[in-house]
């Protein structure tokens, strides 16, 4: 999967998780920045999981800095 298509996926659910518009700029901002508490976080792994079809490591994901980097870890894993 490219990373164009991870992005866009990934600003699909988030902005379905905030319910509004959503740019490449809040993938760069922190979950807590965005007021994602930590049972939101989890909400939003496994709509990842659901999204990319593979199972995560919830502690590999909420320990990203960003939501991109958590996708992109996930995205890490796939292709090894």
């Known amino acids: 999967m490219k990373i164009e298509e991870a992005n866009q ?3 699909e659910i988030l ?5 509004r ?3 490449e700029k ?5 979950l807590e920045q965005l007021g994602a508490d930590s049972l939101d976080m989890l909400s939003i792994a496994f709509e ?14 909420l320990d990203q800095d960003t ?11 796939i292709e090894e």
């Open 67 to 77: 939501l991109k980097d958590a996708v992109l870890a996930v995205l890490a894993g």
């Open 21 to 23: 518009d959503v740019t």
């Open 26 to 30: 809040d993938l760069l901002m922190s």
């Open 9 to 11: 996926i990934t600003l």
């Open 15 to 19: 902005g379905t998780f905030l319910e």
């Open 48 to 61: 990842v999981e659901k999204k990319f079809g593979v199972k995560i490591e919830i502690e590999m994901f």
